[in-house]
């Protein structure tokens, strides 16, 4: 089993910036990729950005050029750094990982339990 854990959210005012982590830990063989996704009230959850283990990143175009994902492979940690902070960008954060646990061939999806962040105007 994989845990996902996250911290680093809370209130901050426009133009303010934020920095998420997630830690994960268990019984990870290797990690394919670690992301960020959030869900704002009424919405559906959408992609904020996401890192690959190669190094590749994908940011929704809401964020980009703002927000900036990293990761620290030997502590199977990722990072959210959130600039410029919108009111539009409060939402619960979500990690995501897609881990290869020991003894399985397949990556499967894990979830941290969210962090809220709150953009006030």
């Known amino acids: 089993q994989v845990q996902l854990v996250e911290s680093g959210g809370g209130l901050v005012q426009a133009g303010g910036s934020l920095r998420l982590s997630c830690a994960a830990s268990g019984s990870i063989y290797s990690i394919h990729l670690m992301g960020w996704y959030r869900q704002a009230p009424g919405k559906q959850r959408e992609l904020v950005a996401r890192?690959?283990?190669?190094?590749?990143?994908n940011y929704a175009d809401s964020v980009r050029g703002r927000f900036a994902v990293s990761r620290d492979n030997a502590k199977n940690t990722v990072f959210l750094q959130m600039n410029n902070l919108k009111p539009e960008d409060t939402a619960v954060y979500y990690c995501h990982s897609a881990v290869i646990s020991t003894g399985s061939w397949h990556p499967a999806d894990y979830w941290g339990q969210g962090t809220q962040v709150t953009v006030s105007s």
């Open positions: 890192i690959f283990s190669s190094g590749t990143t």
